[in-house]
């Protein structure tokens, strides 16, 4: 197993950024390696199970393990055959406004290496102003 640990700092209000976390319909809009969401329920909450789809109609399944909307903290596990990916993500006020982001992805070392980068520009548009808005 292998972690990697990543952050994005922008000026999008802490309040907003967890809000486009907390409701999975809003992933696609920052999140270019997701096209779309399947999920019962329209926001987060530990439990749920629904299945991610990625480029290609790839759609790969996965369990929330945890929420703490106080702490604006959440966690899931994503499965593709024996593969497992463990992601925590957080966020918090930024050090001059706005809002700083973590993710922190365990998992086997190859996947973990070739996710991250696709990661780390998610949570980078994840406190940004998006196209539109």
């Known amino acids: 197993m292998s972690r990697v640990t990543l952050h994005a700092t922008?000026?999008?209000?802490?309040?907003?950024?967890?809000?486009?976390?907390?409701?999975p319909a809003r992933w696609p809009t920052w999140a270019?390696?997701?096209?779309g969401v399947?999920?019962?329920?329209?926001?987060l909450a530990a439990g749920v199970e629904g299945?991610?789809?990625?480029?290609?109609?790839?759609?790969l399944p996965?369990?929330?393990?945890?929420?703490d909307e106080a702490a604006r903290q959440w966690a899931w596990t994503?499965?593709?055959?024996?593969?497992?990916?463990?992601?925590v993500h957080w966020v918090a006020d930024g050090?001059?406004?706005?809002?700083?982001?973590?993710?922190?992805?365990?998992?086997?070392?190859?996947?973990?290496a070739a996710y991250a980068p696709l990661?780390?520009?998610?949570?980078g548009r994840l406190v940004r102003p998006l196209d539109g808005s």
């Open 38 to 43: 399947q999920v019962p329920v329209p926001r």
């Open 119 to 123: 990661a780390h520009l998610a949570i």
């Open 78 to 87: 994503v499965t593709a055959g024996p593969v497992r990916l463990h992601l």
């Open 51 to 59: 299945r991610v789809r990625g480029p290609l109609g790839v759609t």
């Open 62 to 67: 996965f369990v929330v393990e945890s929420v």
């Open 10 to 23: 922008g000026p999008v209000p802490p309040a907003e950024a967890w809000e486009r976390y907390a409701e």
């Open 95 to 112: 050090p001059d406004g706005g809002s700083t982001t973590g993710l922190r992805i365990d998992g086997p070392l190859p996947v973990v």
């Open 32 to 35: 270019p390696q997701i096209t």
